[in-house]
């Protein structure tokens, strides 16, 4: 009975695998990848060796990092506030406009993010700052200004999502807790603080767990529509999905952006293995694998 | 989530509680309530209001985006764009 599964995922996920030669070949289109010659782990080079290779690491684990924490903090809290809201149909329909901006796609983000940012008609920049009396700003040229707007954005779009997995995990704990620590004479602050948050904790850490283990995956789409590739705003917008997109287009060696993603994948497996086996320490009940 | 607490039932406590409703035991103050209920609201403004831009934007008047930039309200609507699609 698992034969069906086991061949989608032999021929899905194993099978391409065999492609991560490719990061140690100079692949020559002539004489095809399996005849092209080795050139061992010259192709990784150029993802370490240059200064913008530190600037964009940085960038990706910086990003990755408050994305991360800043998710988790802010939907946690926000789960809590829709349990505690007293109308349920109000409840709902605030989680229904909170989810509509993760239907949006990238570019269509980046558009809005355009018809408030552009420096000749944005809506930032011809009517709000001259309502407060402040100059107008050139944010596409700026690049001290992206690491929050960049951090917004992101939140902006998937907070919606993640609030409604906690949710999920809210709604599940059994009333009867809640129940005993009003008779103990909880507060509701108590309540959240030593019932919600412990109980929803298996989420919370398999949530973490898995963004944990594409902390090195940049998200393109964000790095690269929404900041409309500007050159000025690459030293605090580079991450390594956008660098590897750029070089290639440059350059055009698929041996460089395949070394770039198996080191990716393989920074990533190393974290979650990392992460897991420290929540396996802590509790071991809550540990993924 | 509460536990439903037994009221007397008075002919004139009806008619409060049509009124005011009686707060359950484990609910939040109203003032708590509402100021989440403050807050979902700016925030579900904060979801929508961007794309309110736009689609304003797509009906207002070109040369008027140009000079004005772009703006909740504009001063001539206009279905131009939509036209230039179709």
């Known amino acids: 009975m698992m034969l069906p599964a086991i061949i989608i995922l032999v021929i899905n996920n194993y099978i391409p695998m065999l492609g991560t030669i490719i990061a140690f070949k100079d692949v020559n289109y002539q004489k095809g990848i399996l005849a092209s010659d080795w050139v061992g782990l010259d192709n990784f080079k150029y993802l370490f060796a240059t200064d913008t290779a530190t600037r964009m690491i940085r960038n990706t684990l910086a990003y990755n990092t408050a994305f991360i924490l800043l998710t988790l903090v802010i939907s946690v809290a926000f789960a809590v506030m829709f349990n505690e809201m007293r109308n349920r149909l109000l409840s709902k329909f605030h989680q229904s406009a909170m989810f509509l901006p993760y239907f949006l796609s990238w570019v269509v983000v980046s558009y809005l993010v355009y018809g408030f940012l552009s420096t000749d008609h944005g809506f930032v920049n011809k009517t709000l700052l001259p309502f407060f ?28 999502y993640t609030t409604v997995i906690y949710m999920a995990g809210i709604l599940g704990i059994d009333h009867e807790y809640y129940e005993a620590a009003l008779i103990d004479g909880a507060t509701k602050w108590q309540q959240i603080r030593k019932i919600t948050i412990p109980l929803i904790a298996p989420v919370i850490i398999v949530m973490t767990l898995l963004q944990i283990g594409r902390i090195f995956n940049a998200d393109f789409g964000l790095f690269f529509q929404v900041t409309r590739n500007a050159g000025a705003l690459y030293s605090t917008t580079q991450v390594i999905d956008t660098y590897v997109y750029q070089t290639f287009l440059a350059i055009g060696d698929i041996g460089m952006s395949s070394a770039a993603g198996l080191v990716q994948s393989i920074v990533g497996f190393l974290l979650i293995f990392l992460a897991n086996l420290l929540v396996r320490r802590i509790s071991k009940e809550d540990a993924l694998f | 989530m509460s536990i439903q607490v037994e009221q007397p039932i008075s002919p004139d406590r009806v008619v409060r509680d049509r009124r005011k409703r009686k707060k359950k035991v484990n609910e939040i103050s109203n003032l708590s309530n509402l100021l989440i209920n403050i807050f979902f609201w700016i925030y579900t403004g904060l979801c929508v209001i961007p794309l309110l831009l736009v689609v304003i934007v797509s009906f207002s008047d070109e040369t008027d985006v140009l000079i004005k930039g772009y703006s909740f309200f504009p001063k001539s609507l206009d279905v131009a764009s939509y036209a230039f699609l179709l």
Do not use: C, F, T
């Open chain 1, 133 to 160: 009396g402040m100059q107008p700003i050139e944010w596409y040229s700026d690049a001290k200004y992206w690491p929050v707007i960049l951090i917004l954005v992101k939140l902006w779009k998937e907070i919606g």
